[in-house]
């Protein structure tokens, strides 16, 4: 389905053969239009900076996100978009832009029909769908991990190795076959024994299971997690020693969902429940805390302090829009996007649990720095959320984590970024030594560009701005690929 046509002086470009204004026309959806309208094309250009981009800058930085290839088969969801990733590679102090779709199977089916197949979560589910009632779309998350790139999805499927710099779909990744349940995205990966902890989630039992991933990218324990039904599970956080579950009262509606329909519903009534659990243990050792009810879609870092286990993450009181609302707080359909910076504590001797807001301002989609994950740490780099009726990030906020205490840049008037992503500086030495850099878009123009700050000065602003020279859609999360992880890479199974 694809084909290529030529291009601006040092630019290569691939146009998929459909039209993005079918699809705007086909399903109306304000993640359809502006900032989030999906583009069609797949381009490789190297950029233009203004400023300097550093010598010791050096690997890939690479965005997952929503974007449909075909007009949406019913009413459109941001999340039931086919996947596109959206990457730069600094070299030698230069930057290479290029951009592609994770070519799915779901995505092939599609090409070979000429049109969607797949209804979104905002219809009834089809269950006579071959691999699920749900289109795999790979759109949500990245992890690099035994030497692979893997796109992941949100609701859980087999996830698809990308190769660097490429950005090419190798094809569906199994570690080693020794795999047999979905993965779903926000994975952990500890840095310092390079096993990753996984899991998924289904509507059926076992509601929720649990693998560790070796650092040679095969699974080496698996457990099923008992839960009281079935929820809509988004993250989960690791320490040094344990793995921790988040069970929120967030699920489709248990009657509709026994005759076949998909209605989400949040019971305030029921506590936040935080299981604890060794990290090679069997489910049955976890151990559950109760505190106040809420949603979280996810954390930033979690770790081990003397008897107590800290969690920092985007609390949210209320994660349904069914009440009365302001135009300040962000929806996505039913979806009510209120996040705070939260910290909770959990006693493994005595039980306790102690929690404390650490911040009044919304920010959501996290980072930090990814070589501390799971051991003690200050910072974060949190999107701060705009004003406006979607979900849009207007700058990004540098938290001290520990005070609450953080440092702001914003990006302009009428200018939204994305998912920010650390790079340490080649030769690191402390937390905060490296970069943030994000992708911004201006809002009517479409003028798009990826920003490098330090961050250690934060409040500065960019030291570089890199030119793209094609609208990038404002998407989901992101990965920073180091030059010696880049090295590394394996193509192969």
Known sequence: ???????PPGISKRKWGIGMTAIAETAASAYLEGVFAPINTEIDAECTVTGELPNDLAGVFVRNGSNPMFPPKGRYHWFDGDGMLHALHFENGRATYRNRCVRTQALAAECAAGEALWTGINERPDFSQPGGPFKDTANTDLVFHAGRLLALWWLGGPCYQ????????????????TLSTGLTAHPKLDPETGELMVFDYSVLPPYLT??????????VHHTDIDLPGPRLLH???????????????LMWDPELLARGKTK??????????FGILGRHAEGEAIKWFEAESCYMYHTINAWESGDEVVLVGCRIENPLADRPDH???????????????HEWR??????????????DVMTEFPRMNNARLGRPTRYAYSPRIAEQPTLLFDGFVKYDTESGAGTSYGYGDRRFGGETVFAPRVGATTEDDGYVLTFVTEAGTGASEAIVVDAQRVEDGPIARIEIPQRVPIGYHAWWVGAADLDAQRLTP
């Open 1 to 7: 389905m694809l084909r290529c046509r030529s291009g």
């Open 162 to 177: 990308v190769a660097l710099p490429s950005l090419e779909t190798v094809g569906e990744y199994d570690f080693g076959g």
């Open 210 to 219: 649990y693998s560790v991933m070796s650092a040679d990218g095969r699974m």
């Open 235 to 249: 993250d989960l956080a690791i320490t040094e020693r344990h793995t921790i579950f988040l069970d929120f009262p």
């Open 264 to 273: 989400v519903t949040f019971r305030d009534d029921i506590p936040a429940r």
């Open 327 to 341: 135009e300040t707080v962000p929806r996505i359909d039913v979806l009510r996007l209120e996040p705070y910076l």
């Open 346 to 359: 959990f006693n493994l001797v005595t039980g306790a649990v102690r929690e404390r807001a650490l911040d």
